[in-house]
């Protein structure tokens, strides 16, 4: 099994595994097992504010909306690595990417696993740029 299938295998079961929680489920082994050695990559920063438009979510200068860059970006953003042990346990986050003063979205693997691409925008005077990990 390629390690891309593994991370996309990974990703779909810990999202069936964090909707059974939510529901209520209590059997997560089936998830549990599907991320036994994974890696999975994430973005984390403050949810976006719902002020213009739920797609309105660019923040450019000139724009209705252009002041929730900065209420998105005062906590900064980052991209996250977590390792999955033999056993389908998760170990600590970390940081492979720190954007302190902007937004880091988009986060794609590519199809072998061996790259990430994302656009960050480094603060409110920058524009996004696709960037290649």
Same mark, same amino acid.
């Given at each position: 099994?390629?390690?891309?299938?593994?991370?996309?295998?990974?990703?779909?079961?810990? %999202?069936? %595994?964090?909707?059974?929680?939510?529901?209520?489920?209590? &059997?997560?082994?089936?998830?549990?097992?599907?991320?036994?050695? %994974?890696?999975?990559?994430?973005?984390?920063?403050?949810?976006?504010?719902? &002020?213009?438009?739920?797609?309105?979510?660019?923040?450019?200068?000139?724009?209705?909306?252009?002041?929730?860059?900065?209420?998105?970006?005062?906590?900064?953003?980052?991209?996250?690595?977590?390792?999955? &042990?033999?056993?389908?346990?998760?170990?600590?986050?970390?940081?492979?990417? &720190? %954007?302190?003063?902007?937004?880091?979205?988009?986060?794609?693997?590519?199809?072998?696993?061996?790259?990430?691409?994302?656009?960050?925008?480094?603060?409110?005077?920058?524009?996004?740029?696709?960037?290649?990990?």
């Amino acid at each position: 099994m390629s390690s891309a299938f593994k991370i996309l295998t990974g990703l779909c079961a810990a %999202c069936a %595994c964090f909707a059974g929680a939510l529901r209520g489920a209590e &059997d997560a082994s089936a998830a549990q097992d599907a991320l036994k050695n %994974c890696e999975v990559v994430f973005v984390a920063r403050s949810q976006y504010p719902r &002020d213009h438009h739920n797609t309105a979510t660019i923040f450019q200068r000139g724009e209705i909306n252009e002041g929730s860059f900065k209420r998105v970006a005062a906590s900064g953003s980052a991209l996250y690595r977590v390792k999955f &042990d033999a056993a389908g346990r998760v170990g600590e986050p970390q940081k492979i990417l &720190d %954007c302190r003063n902007g937004i880091v979205r988009d986060l794609e693997v590519s199809f072998d696993a061996k790259k990430l691409l994302f656009a960050m925008r480094e603060s409110f005077d920058d524009s996004y740029k696709i960037c290649e990990m």
